[in-house]
């Protein structure tokens, strides 16, 4: 019941959230990236318990501060404080202690600094409800990334779920994943933090320096990657289509790229931001997704993704009078269309099977049609010829329908406004059937065979 009573606070928020934040835009948005990054500090009285020499909290003044020093140089990089803890005697338990101590602003390093020396532990941990808050300490501005560092030595103690804010948050797009530094934990402590975020053990004084050290580069830095799209035979040599890169928690697009095999015959280093998991969509034809991709940060990551191609295209016999003749492909017995290809035009699919309809008349439908790496699948279609149908006395109601072992196909409806129609139309045996549009009687129905041969035409007159 109070999990549940968290959500529904949580999704109150997050409608009064909507569209305040946009973590990331497209590439092509000129306009630098900033990056907010906002230090979420226990103060709890659990923070006055020994790390090494020196009690916790006083570890984590001194390392803050140095971290603090050296972003200050950083362009397009902007801090801000929130504190939990700190303003309610150790035995009020307020599960409503947390506050934003410094907001973001620029040059305001040493103010952040100096809260920090001021800050006094005293009371709970309430994680929940201090990440729930601090959605609304990031400005409504776009092009940014929104980071929070919550550096804890305890788990939540108040009735708040942890998980359920930070999946909540990160799903709308308002924060990244965040960072949890533990200091002093154990393997439960861990266990409770890997739903939330990104957790980091520090249990000594240089292992929480190096932690701060690391986790400041993932905020800040990109790192390398490398897709390989692979043939049948397992080698990287698909190439020349478009990778779309999408958080998998918000579902926002966040890169494209055209992959490309570079100078030295090997797939091109591409660069993404290690802060995300990644659903990456290859736009193959029929497309390829991979889900839950994470890079290392530092690390050059290669993402392994089978894509196996081949082509496909249709072509006529001889000299022909289509124009803009198409086909729809679709996978073997499945009635979605992939693709409208035209024809003579080749295009890669995946290897595998396809049915094709050509929309020519009549329709021409080829099942089963099997494309195979590195090939070139043609459907050769034979010429066509041209049909011509006057009426010249009076309008008709009229259908052709061709003759297809004994049986009557349907291919078209001559429009009732026209008296003269001229088709291009597949070779083969066919039959026109017709009714005067002023006859009363169904008996005056009249048919016509006739027969449709290759680069030829064939004039019908009906009286």
């Known amino acids: 019941m109070k999990k549940q009573t968290w959500i529904i606070g949580i999704m109150a928020l997050l409608v009064a959230l909507i569209g305040l934040v946009n973590p990331i835009q497209a590439q092509s948005n000129k306009k630098a990236q900033v990056t907010r990054i906002l230090f979420l500090l226990d103060a709890s009285g659990s923070m006055y318990a020994k790390l090494d020499a020196d009690n916790r909290i006083n570890v984590a003044k001194r390392l803050l501060s140095k971290t603090i020093d050296s972003l200050a140089g950083k362009p397009n990089v902007e801090v801000a404080l929130r504190v939990y803890g700190h303003t309610s005697p150790p035995g009020a338990r307020n599960c409503k202690d947390t506050r934003l101590e410094v907001p973001f602003r620029e040059g305001n390093h040493e103010e952040v600094k100096k809260r920090i ?13 201090s990440l729930l808050m601090a959605a609304s300490d990031f400005p409504s501005t776009p092009n940014s990334r929104n980071v929070i560092i919550l550096i804890t030595d305890g788990i939540e103690e108040c009735s708040g779920d942890p998980c359920a804010v930070s999946e909540a948050l990160q799903s709308k797009g308002v924060i990244l994943k965040p960072f949890i530094i533990g200091i002093g934990s154990t393997e439960d402590f861990k266990k409770a933090f890997d739903c939330v975020g990104r957790y980091y053990d520090a249990n000594t004084e240089e292992t929480f320096n190096n932690v701060l050290n690391v986790v400041i580069s993932q905020a800040l830095n990109n790192t390398t990657a490398q897709v390989n799209l692979l043939d049948i035979n397992g080698k990287p040599t698909e190439s020349n289509v478009n990778m779309s890169f999408y958080d998998q928690n918000s579902g926002m697009l966040l890169y494209n790229y055209v992959h490309t095999i570079n100078e030295r015959g090997v797939p091109d280093t591409i ?30 990551t290669i993402i392994g993704v089978d894509a196996p191609q081949g082509q496909l295209t249709v072509r006529v016999d001889g000299l022909t009078n289509y124009q803009n003749l198409q086909f729809i492909a679709r996978k073997a017995r499945d009635p979605k269309t992939l693709h409208v290809q035209e024809a003579v035009t080749k295009e890669k699919y995946l290897v595998g099977k396809y049915d094709v309809e050509v929309l020519c008349l009549p329709r021409m439908l080829f099942k089963d049609v099997s494309v195979d790496q590195s090939t070139t699948t043609t459907i050769q279609l034979p010429q066509p010829g041209k049909l011509i149908i006057n009426f010249q006395v009076q309008d008709f109601y009229a259908d052709i329908y061709q003759m297809v072992r004994n049986e009557l196909v349907w291919v078209c409806k001559l429009p009732l406004e026209k008296r003269l129609h001229q088709y291009i139309i597949q070779p083969g045996d066919y039959k026109i059937i017709y009714r005067a549009k002023g006859a009363t009687r169904s008996s005056n129905t009249f048919e016509r065979g006739f027969k449709i041969t290759s680069g030829q035409a064939t004039n019908i007159v009906l009286n």
Do not use: F, S
């Open 117 to 129: 020396q001021n800050i006094t532990p005293k009371g709970t941990t309430l994680i929940a409800h």
């Open 271 to 300: 660069l993404l931001d290690p802060v995300y998991k990644y659903r990456m969509v290859v736009h193959t034809i029929p497309q390829v997704v991979k889900e839950n991709i994470e890079v290392t940060p530092g690390k050059h």
